[in-house]
């Protein structure tokens, strides 16, 4: 099933998440226009987007209310230690808040954080009516927010684009799911599955609007990951520099921890955001000063030798780091897929033919087909010449 609309445009190639969730109705003049309550919810999840980017680890959250059919006032969450999304709404609204309803894409809270809980402020306020998206998976919160507004006895319903609302805030979902960062995969190939020539150039295969959305993964990214084999053959920078936005950390995964000296990820390192993550502490005794600012992770053997991928993503959560973006090369990504350690896949196709040259996946061992991995939730849009797919693998067939 997918899971909304995909409208494309300029303005949407920016993100990821615009591109899933362009807003679909024009909210132009809301104060006074009438909505139904798939618009509102609708609503909630463009005012939470507004928070893109700064809430991690927190949601985004965004709120309505409304009285009479009308929106009253509006409010979202702009990231730890501010208010939230309900909070927000709630203070605009002032007096008026008493007898509307508030429409919110999250469970509403019923904890003390970093604030106070909203099922406190919301009850206080005097509204009738909670209409909420999805359950907040915080097992501080988890329906127990819900149950709270009910016992005040206020009106509460869910499950409205709930599938939607947990998909906007993936991130934070996965988070608290699995205990470990959002893993997407990101690969650019040819027609026929190729991300290089046999030569080992790659240099481009997608179009430039593709390189653009790539650099905007990024930037939405808390790090992005790649093997020695791409560093050696690309020397990548992993930087953002098509769209604005701020770069992530840049994880090297090495066995060996042998890197190159010339490699731009330790020559332009000028923000200190290299990490190289190895199986042995690795610093080398004629390291100079510019490998001696790179982070170094030093990481478990799995069976086959190579670093735990599993323990890799527990540093890089205790490091602070709640979404990572592999961007390849071939054997980092098979060995990700191997470990049922991809949450998302986003593969863009070029419409060219290479030949022989370098798969876009390395050996995943399988021998039948029935064995290979499928998508949930998946949808496809074009980036200028180029198809994306976007998909979630389901692991648990
Ligand atoms: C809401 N509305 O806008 C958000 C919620 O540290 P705090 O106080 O900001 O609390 C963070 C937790 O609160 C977060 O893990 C999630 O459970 C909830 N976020 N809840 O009702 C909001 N951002
Ligand atoms: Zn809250």
């Given at each position: 099933?997918?899971?909304?609309t ?7 190639q ?16 809301f104060f ?8 509102l ?6 005012l939470?987007?507004?928070g ?18 009308r929106i ?29 309803t ?15 809980p ?6 206080e306020?005097g509204?009738k ?9 915080n097992?501080l919160v ?6 709270i ?13 709930s ?7 993936e991130?934070?979902?996965g988070?608290?799911k699995?205990?470990?960062p959002f ?6 190939q040819?027609?026929?599955?190729r991300?290089a ?6 240099k ?7 390189r653009?959305f790539?650099?905007?993964?990024r ?14 053959k690309d020397?990548?920078?992993?930087t953002?520099?098509?769209v604005?936005?701020?770069?992530p ?8 921890g ?10 332009e ?11 042995h502490?690795s610093?080398?005794k004629?390291?100079?000063s ?15 030798g ?26 980092i990504?098979a060995?990700f ?7 998302k896949l ?6 060219i033919?290479?030949?022989k ?20 939730d ?11 797919f ?8």
């Open positions: 099933m997918p899971t909304a995909v409208r494309m445009g300029e303005d949407r920016k993100s990821s998440l615009l591109v899933q969730f362009a807003p679909k109705y024009n909210f132009r003049g006074v226009a009438e909505f139904s309550k798939t618009e919810m609708q609503r909630t999840f463009s939470a987007l507004k893109r980017g700064r809430t991690l680890p927190n949601p985004m959250v965004g709120a309505v209310l409304t009285k009479n059919g009253i006032a509006e409010g979202y969450h702009k990231g730890p230690g501010y208010p939230h999304a309900e909070i927000e709404a709630i203070g605009k609204a002032g007096k008026n808040a008493k007898g509307a508030l429409y919110v894409n999250l469970e509403p809270c019923c904890h003390f954080g970093r604030t106070g909203c099922t406190e402020a919301i009850t306020a509204i009516r909670v209409v909420y998206a999805a359950t907040d998976p097992p988890k329906g127990r927010g819900a149950k507004l009910k016992k005040a006895g206020i009106e509460v319903t869910n499950g409205l684009l599938t939607e609302a947990a998909r906007l805030n991130v934070y979902f988070l608290l699995n205990e470990r893993v997407t995969l990101k690969l650019a040819s027609l026929d599955g991300i020539t046999i030569d080992g150039d790659s481009w295969i997608s179009g430039e609007k593709s653009k790539a650099h905007s993964l930037a939405e990214s808390g790090a992005v990951l790649v093997g020695m084999g791409t560093v050696r020397n990548p920078s992993l953002v520099r098509h604005r936005g701020k770069n950390y840049r994880i090297i995964v090495s066995t060996s042998d890197l190159p000296m010339n490699t731009r990820l330790i020559s390192n000028q923000d200190l955001k290299t990490i190289l993550a190895t199986t502490m610093i080398p004629s390291a100079n510019r490998f001696k600012k790179m982070t170094y992770w030093t990481l478990e053997k799995a069976a086959n190579e670093i735990d991928l599993a323990d890799l993503l527990q540093k890089a959560k205790a490091f602070g780091i709640h979404s990572i973006l592999v961007e390849g090369g071939a054997e990504a060995s897929l191997k470990d049922k350690l991809v949450d986003i593969l863009i196709t070029a419409p033919i290479v030949g040259g370098v798969d876009a996946i390395g050996d995943l061992g399988l021998k039948r087909i029935d064995q290979a991995i499928t998508f949930k998946s949808y496809r849009f074009q980036s200028g010449p180029d198809e994306v976007v998909g979630y693998p389901e692991w648990s067939k």
